[in-house]
């Protein structure tokens, strides 16, 4: 698989550089209310709010990706090999391994 570093359009990068200075906000703001000793439920509302825009964060870089790998697969007229790409990719993503040596079409994780 083609490693390059993140999305290669400048405004996907800048777009995800800023979700990541928010969400370095995000921290900052739940670590104020630990040390403050806010209510636990109220912490735990801002923890799961973290969690979404970590995963609308991970779902932009997929899209960059999938967008690239598509574009790259026309090209170079090969479909499957972008496609065996783009799937590992999404389920390195959702934090499952990627198919290795699993059959095409195989028994599902």
């Not at 400048?10 to 739940?30: H, S």
């Not at 040390?35 to 960059?64: F, K, N, S, T, Y």
Request: proline fraction near 4%.
């Amino acid at each position: 698989m083609d490693e390059r570093p993140g999305p290669s359009d400048a405004r996907e990068r800048q777009a995800l550089l800023n979700r990541l200075r928010r969400l370095e906000g995000q921290v900052r703001g739940i670590a104020g209310m630990v040390e403050r000793r806010e209510r636990d439920a109220d912490i735990l509302q801002q923890v799961a709010a973290l969690r979404a825009a970590i995963d609308a964060l991970g779902l932009l870089v997929v899209e960059a990706n999938v967008r690239d790998r598509v574009s790259d697969a026309v090209e170079r007229g090969d479909a499957e090999a972008a496609t065996d790409e783009v799937v590992d990719l999404i389920r390195r993503s959702m934090g499952r391994p990627a198919r290795g040596s699993a059959p095409r079409g195989g028994a599902a994780s």
